[in-house]
Each structure stands twice: as C-alpha cells, then as structure tokens.
Nanobody, 113 residues
Framework: VQLVESGGGLVQPGGSLRLSCTWS????????MSWYRQAPGEARELVAL???????NYADSVKGRFTISSDNAKNVMYLQMNSLKPEDTDVYYC????????WGQGTQVTVSS
C-alpha cells in the first residue's frame, strides 16, 4: 500500500490546515490509521490514531484542536488542524497499519507569523 500526503504549508498562529493522506490498494480490517509528526533531531511523535473499531486517541498537546477522520470509500484519511500554534511546526506523516505497515512521505507544516 502506498500513501501520498498533501495539505501542508505555512499558516499563521490560530489558523487551520487540513492534511490528506490517500492510499492505493484495498483496506483490510482490522486497521489502524494514524498521524505522526517529527521535528529535526527528535523522535517521531504520535499525534492521532483511529482504529477500524472506532477507537480514536489524540496526543494531549492536540486534544480539542485536531481531528482525525477518514473516507474509506475514497481511500483517504484526514487530519484537520485548528487553532494552530508555533509549536505545531513539524513534518507530519500518515501511517496505515493493516496487513502490513505503510508510511506517507511526510508534509511540512509551519506555523509562523
């Protein structure tokens, strides 16, 4: 399964962005869809995940501001990011775990005035 991300960019503090991650191939249950982020020289951090059993978890730092969702009929998952802060600046990666594990290529999100 190949994942392609889009939607990153530069946004002012308090603004919003929506990241998209499109996958090719079939989706098998059970699965886990997730978003991670990584700053240079640091470990990749889990931001949000969603399972085929409808369990959703968020990192404490993004609760109430970020929303993970998917449209499985269109083979796409989303990360809606609202009330963005400068500390949200990172490269964001999507991951899909099903029969195997696949990562997106990463998309840069920069929050700055």
């Amino acid at each position: 399964v190949q994942l392609v991300e889009s939607g990153g960019g530069l946004v002012q503090p308090g603004g919003s962005l929506r990241l998209s991650c499109t996958w090719s191939g079939s989706l098998f249950t059970p699965y886990v869809m997730s978003w991670y982020r990584q700053a240079p020289g640091e470990a990749r951090e889990l931001v949000a995940l969603m399972t085929s059993g409808d369990r959703i978890n968020y990192a404490d730092s993004v609760k109430g501001r970020f929303t993970i969702s998917s449209d499985n009929a269109k083979n796409v998952m989303y990360l809606q990011m609202n009330s963005l802060k400068p500390e949200d600046t990172d490269v964001y990666y999507c991951k899909l775990q099903g029969l195997g594990e696949s990562w997106g290529q990463g998309t840069q999100v920069t929050v700055s005035s």
